[in-house]
Antibody, heavy 120, light 106 residues
């Protein structure tokens, strides 16, 4: 069974940093691209970063320069380092498996999500 | 950025009825469009990708159509478990999602 399990969410002050992790199992992790997608009641679903099977990274302008996605294929783990956090980064963060190794960001498996709250 | 607009915001129907959901893109996305279903407290579930291809394990009552800027998700006969929120997503230019359509029980 394909499974993604996120961890690392929590409460952080504006300007602070947080690192999210996602542990993958049930599929050949190093042959698929994976992404982080966040969700808020107000802004809905927002893609925040993606990484190809070979390690190429992709970001929307809203987080470029603040967020860094990485993967450790030896540990089947995806990470998201979030710096300079803002109140508007408050959301549930999902890791999501893509349909292919690169260039096909449709998400066919999602984790259960981890809540990040940015507040003083 | 490609902006996706979904209509209606809420669709109130009874089990057994046909549901027709619309997604419109601010520019052409060719057929690079997907549909997801989300139930309360759960992550989204991929239903359709590339406008008309059903994802693995998705029942045949779900179908997608369209190209360019106008897309439709059709649920031919609503089952009780189909009442949920549905999102469209494009991958033509980065990744963006629509705001969702809630299919509610009438």
């Amino acid at each position: 069974e394909v499974q993604l399990v996120e961890s690392g969410g929590g409460l952080v002050q504006p300007g602070g940093s947080l690192r999210l992790s996602c542990s993958a199992s049930g599929f050949t992790f190093n042959t698929y691209a994976v992404s982080w997608v966040r969700q808020t009641p107000g802004k809905g679903l927002e893609w925040v970063s993606g990484i190809s099977a070979s390690g190429g990274t992709y970001y929307p302008d809203s987080v470029k320069g603040r967020f860094t996605i990485s993967r450790d294929n030896s540990k089947n783990t995806l990470s998201l380092q979030m710096n300079s956090l803002r109140a508007e980064d408050t959301a549930v963060y999902y890791c999501a498996k893509e349909l292919a190794a690169v260039g096909n960001p449709y998400f066919d498996c999602w984790g259960q999500g981890t809540l990040v709250t940015v507040s003083s | 950025e490609v902006v996706l607009t979904q209509s209606p915001a809420t669709l109130s129907l009874s089990p057994g009825e046909r549901a027709t959901l619309s997604c419109r893109a601010s520019e052409s996305v060719s057929t690079y469009l997907a549909w997801y279903q989300q139930k309360p407290g759960q992550a989204p579930r991929l239903l359709i990708y590339d406008a008309s291809n059903r994802a693995t394990g998705i029942p045949a009552r779900f179908s997608g159509s369209g190209s360019g800027t106008d897309f439709t998700l059709t649920i031919s006969s609503l089952e009780p478990e189909d009442f949920a929120v549905y999102y469209c997503q494009q991958r033509r230019n980065r990744v963006t999602f629509g705001p969702g359509t809630k299919v509610a029980i009438k």
